[in-house]
């Protein structure tokens, strides 16, 4: 006796299901964001700042460049530079810029820098990102080199306002003026 | 004398044994034979065990393990209704596949591999069913069962085609595990790595896998810089950033084997482009962009001529 056997073919097939992950440009601007803001907080807490630069809030201002204010905002407003709190402030006129410890001038806004720098020669640690803007009046400048957003320093100029930048900055800056 | 009484004894004993074994029928396989085609198939499988610890020289024959093949069969499906977990199932091809080394003159054939085809297919079902984020190790173990088996019984077939696509949906899985934990256990993103490498050595030229290892590979990189914290230590800052500039630069020559597989599909030429934004080249950066907006102008073009047109030329002349 054999026994017979019929197959009812059952196959089933795998749902081909979206790739997870997505390529998006806007990530990539905010990636870069994200770099410059926490560069932006350890030079903040990596620079010593005199006593009369210790009072009131910290502030650090953001000049031309929307996205970045508003990662910073978000990232850092409130925390503290010592029992200073940071205040993002977003500058759309190089007119309204005053008393920040630190400012970011953004590349498309390069060109006013020097007369930023003539308005708050005294006080302002100023950061760019161009070529040779350190002989300009920034006093750390962010380069791209091996792909990796890095920075310079003009330790000369910053050394004549009474600022002094710590050791840390000092051995990863990639150039020193 | 008790030795005497001893002796006769064990002969009564073995009486069953040797009156069923010394011919060729077989009486335990006659009544499993019966209690099967009565759909009893567990009474079936009672008798089979019985028929193989008395019946002489029966597990020699092919037919006793392709009878008991069929019956284990039958329990799978009808008994365990072909619950992924019946072990009836396994027992069927342990069976079977004695059948078929017993089985020199090919009678049963046919029907053994069919049956081990069914089941093969059945492990394959299970493998689909199973592929999610909480069963996916049972998953591997059933699509190992379907590979062992049908090489098995298709020795001449390729598995080529079934292991790409369940190495890639499979990956896919490893993927979502490794977004959705919150440690980023870099187990998953290496098992995922793994299986679309292990695609591309089938197939180089697998457009899904080269973009996904583009994709994985860039998104670890996006990753890494999103996880920073914001007090991390400076030279450990340093050290991110070069391993998130690794990923991209890995990342790359995927996306460009898919956009030479496939050069106007729109996500590829983001992914490159997104890669040299991410390793600052501008101007590749503004190529790639451009190019984008040439694949999406052609394609508004293409929708617009699709749309009805009114007839500008008379009809009468």
């Known amino acids: 006796m054999l026994i017979s056997l019929k197959i009812v073919s059952m196959f089933l097939f795998l749902p081909m299901m979206t790739v997870v992950g997505q390529v998006e440009i806007d990530n990539s601007t905010k990636a870069h964001n994200k770099i410059k803001g926490i560069y932006m907080y350890q030079f903040a807490k990596l620079i010593n700042w005199p006593k009369e630069y210790r009072s009131g809030d910290f502030i650090i201002g953001v000049y031309g460049d929307e996205a970045l204010y508003n990662q910073m905002s978000s990232a850092f407003t409130d925390k503290l530079i010592g029992n200073q709190k940071i205040k993002i402030n977003r500058y759309v006129s190089s007119s309204e810029i005053s008393n920040c410890h630190i400012l970011y001038v953004s590349e498309k806004k390069s060109e006013s820098l020097e007369k930023i720098k003539k308005k708050n020669k005294t006080k302002t640690i100023i950061v760019g990102q161009q070529e040779g803007l350190l002989s300009k009046g920034a006093a750390i400048n962010f380069v791209i080199q091996d792909s990796k957003i890095k920075f310079e320093i003009n330790k000369t100029s910053v050394d004549k306002q009474g600022l002094i930048f710590g050791q840390t900055l000092i051995k990863l800056a990639s150039d020193i003026l | ?317």
Not at chain 2, 104 to 125: G, Q
Not at chain 2, 186 to 206: M, P, Q, T, W
Not at chain 2, 237 to 261: C, G, H, R, T, W
Not at chain 2, 294 to 301: A, G, L, P, S, T
Request: some cysteine; overall charge negative; charged content about 30%.
């Open chain 2, 1 to 317: 004398m008790i030795a005497k009484i001893k002796i006769i004894l064990i002969f009564i004993l073995f009486i069953p044994i040797i009156s069923s074994g010394q011919g060729k029928y077989c009486i335990h396989q006659f009544k499993a034979l019966k209690a099967y085609d009565n759909k009893d198939y567990l009474v079936a499988k009672a008798y089979m065990d019985s028929a193989l610890v008395t019946c002489f020289n029966i597990k020699e024959k092919a037919y006793t393990w392709h009878v008991l093949g069929f019956i284990h069969y039958a329990i799978y499906k009808e008994i365990d209704k072909k619950n992924p977990s019946s072990t009836a199932r396994e027992k069927t091809i342990e069976s079977i596949k004695k059948s078929i080394e017993l089985d020199t003159i090919l009678e049963f054939e046919k029907t053994n591999k069919k049956i081990l085809t069914y089941l093969a297919i059945s492990y394959w079902n299970n493998c689909v069913t199973h592929l999610d984020t909480i069963n996916y190790e049972k998953s591997i173990s059933f699509y190992n069962s379907y590979t062992e088996l049908y090489a098995f019984t298709n020795p001449e077939h390729e598995l080529e085609q079934s292991e790409i696509i369940f190495n890639q949906e499979l990956s896919n899985i490893y993927e979502k595990k490794f977004e959705n934990t919150q440690s980023k256990n870099e187990y998953y993103f290496n098992e995922a790595v793994k299986l679309h490498k292990e695609v591309l050595r089938l197939d180089s030229l697998n457009y899904q896998s080269n973009m996904a290892l583009g994709k994985l590979y860039y998104n670890l990189g996006v990753m890494y810089i999103f996880s920073l914290d914001d007090d991390i230590d400076m030279f450990k800052f340093i050290e991110v950033q070069d391993k998130v500039v690794d990923n991209f630069k890995i990342s790359l020559p995927y996306f460009k084997k898919a956009y030479q597989i496939q050069p106007n599909d729109k996500e590829t030429i983001t992914g490159i482009a997104g890669v040299y934004h991410q390793l600052h080249e501008t101007e590749k950066f503004m190529t790639y962009m451009n190019l984008l907006e040439e694949i999406k102008d052609k394609e508004k073009d293409k929708e617009k001529d699709k749309e009805p047109k009114i007839n500008k030329e008379p009809i009468d002349k």
